[in-house]
């Protein structure tokens, strides 16, 4: 977990309250933006990505995918990276009658590309185009010096299609691949002679339609956007000089520095002392997803002393 699972502006002023002299405990609510799965369930915070996609040796599907995955890489690095160019493309040869969304398949990826988590797009599965009627005269700027092509044919088409993408997380308890599915249909308008067959037309039809690929794909790493839950979060501290240290780093988000605190007072004072840190040590692990190791320091916590909020933050790791 970093600052950028995190989002809330520091509170410096809640150092204030915390001279106060109390017998017991007091406590201190903040608010905290954490980030949480996607809408998908997947997270792939800190971890490494890899995108193959699979190629046939037809230039149409070939340039389509490739683009798709670009924008598919892209998108991902925006959400996860910080926009760097960090996530590798890797192209796979299509042998017939394989299955592609196997398991075998993509944990030998995971191994060969050593990679936390690995993305594979399918060829690109195009259903018929729909042409215009009547393609429309024009002047081409391709070929300017060609008097047989530089009027050519503007040919207007919609292009249908649908792609697979098999996912794997290797640190994903539920050890299986899912897949998902990217429907669309892409207008598209290209030069054309007037003489080429159908099939001509439909390859020319899927190159154009490769220009707006790169955005699909973009789309489709929308899908494992990572989404932001508002928290309300409740510390224990006493006015010690070390809880005063530990807490700071609480408020400011820096849990492995709070927890390093904690971990000092845990074993010291009265048994509400224990229990105090016990219990901020288990809301820490809560904020960076260790639910289980939560639970384990509420069970300390509750040993020691009963604190009032405990069994609420024990219900929040429970539901996770």
Known sequence: MNFEDMRRPVILAVLAVLSAVSCGPSSYTMSVDVRRPSATGYDFSGKSMAIAYLVDGKQSDSTFIAAMAEGLASGLEKDYFNSE??????????????DYSAKDTLVNLIMDLESDVVLLLDRPVFKESVFADKPVSGYNPQT???????????????????????????????????????????PVAFWANGNESREELEDLAHIAAASMAQSGGASMAGRFTPEWEKLNCTFYYYSDYAWVQASEK???????????GYLELVGRGSA????????????????IKEYEMAIAWLDYADRCYQLPNSQALRKRCLQK
């Open 85 to 98: 160019t960090v996530i590798p493309l890797y192209t796979l040869p299509y042998v017939p009658d394989s």
């Open 144 to 186: 300017p010096d060609d008097p047989q092509t530089s009027n050519s044919l503007v040919t207007n088409a919609t292009v249908p299609f649908y792609v697979n993408l098999y996912v794997m997380d290797a640190m994903d308890k539920a050890d299986t691949v899912r897949v998902f599915r990217g429907i669309s249909q892409y």
């Open 250 to 260: 609480l408020v400011n988000c820096d849990f492995k520095g709070a927890m390093d």
């Open 272 to 287: 509400d002392r224990r229990a105090s840190a016990a219990y901020d040590l288990a809301l820490c692990c809560y904020l």
